[in-house]
């Protein structure tokens, strides 16, 4: 039987449904679901178990507000769950690195400090530079800080996770897991606590050995649940 599922031309089964699934673009390979997608909460969540992730590392079990569990769960239709950005961009201005472009960073997994799964994604770095992850208690603006090409946007006490200094990949990203129990700041590990806000930004080399220089990506402000 056909369950839970959106199937082109219909099925039948009072579960499966005959309509656009909005995906965001599906052509070009992304089937995360628009907001307005009719597969959000519509699942049964059936075998889905508490704290199961999707293939793009988001929680199943996430509530969308105001749409109505039509499927008697949270859950949604589709390999992707909907999900709305973790953070926001600061408004703190990156200055573009050696490739010509400003580099960025996104937040992906949850929000959610019990969940304990987020990740940082710094991209459109240059291709085999070491990266750090930064994080700061408040947004700031301190231009070429310590000499660097970039703009320093964290503010207050600031922490380096050391422990996971990595290289840059060929397409120019890295992926940071950060442990929401131990954020770095100069005198101690703190643990996040719902309603928590913190500011994360990569600070990643960007020349040679001979000519070395370095600058920032975008930061993201995260308030955590």
Do not use: K, Y
């Amino acid at each position: 039987a056909v369950e839970d599922s959106i199937v082109q031309g219909g099925w039948p089964s009072p579960t499966a449904l005959d309509v656009d699934p909005r995906f965001e673009d599906a052509a070009g390979g992304d089937l995360s679901l628009q907001p307005t997608s009719p597969a959000i909460d519509r699942a049964s969540g059936q075998g889905v178990a508490p704290n199961e992730l999707d293939v793009a590392r988001r929680h199943r079990a996430v509530d969308v507000a105001g749409v109505p569990n039509l499927g008697g769960s949270s859950v949604d239709l589709g390999a992707i769950e909907f999900t709305s950005a973790i953070g926001e961009n600061d408004g703190c201005a990156p200055v573009p690195n050696s490739p010509g472009v400003a580099g960025r960073i996104a937040a992906v997994g949850s929000r959610w400090v019990q969940f304990n799964d987020l990740a940082l994604r710094a991209s459109r770095l240059p291709a085999d530079q070491f990266a750090l992850l930064l994080n700061g208690e408040t947004v700031g603006f301190t231009p070429n800080a310590g000499g660097r090409d970039g703009n320093l946007c964290l503010g207050g006490l600031l922490g380096r996770h050391n422990a996971t200094v990595q290289l840059s990949d060929a397409a120019g990203e890295v992926l940071f897991s950060v442990d929401l129990g131990a954020i770095p700041f100069p005198s101690a590990l703190v643990a996040v606590a719902p309603g928590d806000t913190f500011v994360f930004q990569v600070w990643h080399r960007d020349g040679t050995v001979s000519a070395p220089r370095s600058n920032f990506t975008e930061a993201r402000s995260i308030r955590f649940q």
